[in-house]
T-cell receptor, first 113, second 111 residues
Framework: DAKTTQPTSMDCAEGRAANLPCNHSTISGNEYVYWYRQIHSQGPQYIIHGLKNNETNEMASLIITEDRKSSTLILPHDKLRDTAVYYCIVRGTSRAAGNKLTFGGGTRVLVKP | ETGVTQSPTHLIKTRGQQVTLRCSSQSGHNTVSWYQQALGQGPQFIFQYYREEENGRGNFPPRFSGLQFPNYSSELNVNALELDDSALYLC??????????FGPGTRLTVT
């Protein structure tokens, strides 16, 4: 699975949208980009995923560059309430890989009033 | 529709003991994955079960083993517990290879 690079931490203002970047320059053609968030001591929560087109759901939007080497998770203002760690994950789909999720360090988003 | 549940929530074991953790999949899901999350780190993949068979394993020793039952619930067994096994153990279920949904985790402390 391709590795991802994310900022270690970000400060975000409560009530404002946030853009979380992720680099995945070694991503291969059949690998998806997934985003999860984890509030302290809880299980990770699925947010969104995409292959090459931009995606939007009720939680967030995902913008993937045309060369697929980076992406940005856009969190709308009303979804940014809790301090959490946001993980960008590139997931393989081969049977040998077992469809595992390989978590890196993630970005700790500190929401400030 | 119920989500992924795990039991127990917390437990404390002594080094050398054995432990069994349990996970109930979300309704309609046939795949279960287990992860270990040490304090301050991201979750690490242990193994995955698909239709009662192991379908991929991470870099964990054989004393970590699992089962998946016909109702797709699952168990994680760890033998000969070591201090470094202290962690949050997460179970995630999915339908085939689609997105995984995580349970709240079991906090294991080994003393």
């Amino acid at each position: 699975d391709a590795k991802t690079t994310q900022p270690t931490s970000m400060d975000c203002a409560e009530g404002r949208a946030a853009n979380l970047p992720c680099n995945h320059s070694t991503i291969s053609g059949n690998e998806y980009v997934y985003w999860y968030r984890q509030i302290h001591s809880q299980g990770p929560q699925y947010i969104i995923h995409g292959l090459k087109n931009n995606e939007t759901n009720e939680m967030a939007s995902l913008i993937i560059t045309e060369d697929r080497k980076s992406s940005t998770l856009i969190l709308p203002h009303d979804k940014l309430r809790d301090t959490a760690v946001y993980y960008c994950i590139v997931r393989g789909t081969s049977r040998a890989a077992g469809n595992k999720l390989t978590f890196g360090g993630g970005t700790r988003v500190l929401v400030k009033p | 529709e119920t989500g992924v549940t795990q039991s127990p929530t917390h437990l404390i074991k002594t080094r050398g003991q054995q432990v069994t953790l349990r996970c109930s999949s979300q309704s309609g899901h046939n795949t279960v994955s287990w992860y270990q999350q040490a304090l301050g780190q991201g979750p690490q993949f242990i193994f995955q079960y698909y239709r009662e068979e192991e379908n991929g394993r991470g870099n964990f020793p054989p004393r970590f083993s699992g089962l998946q039952f016909p109702n797709y619930s699952s168990e994680l067994n760890v033998n000969a517990l070591e201090l470094d096994d202290s962690a949050l153990y997460l179970c995630a279920s999915s339908f085939n290879s689609y997105e995984q949904y995580f349970g709240p985790g079991t906090r294991l402390t080994v003393t």
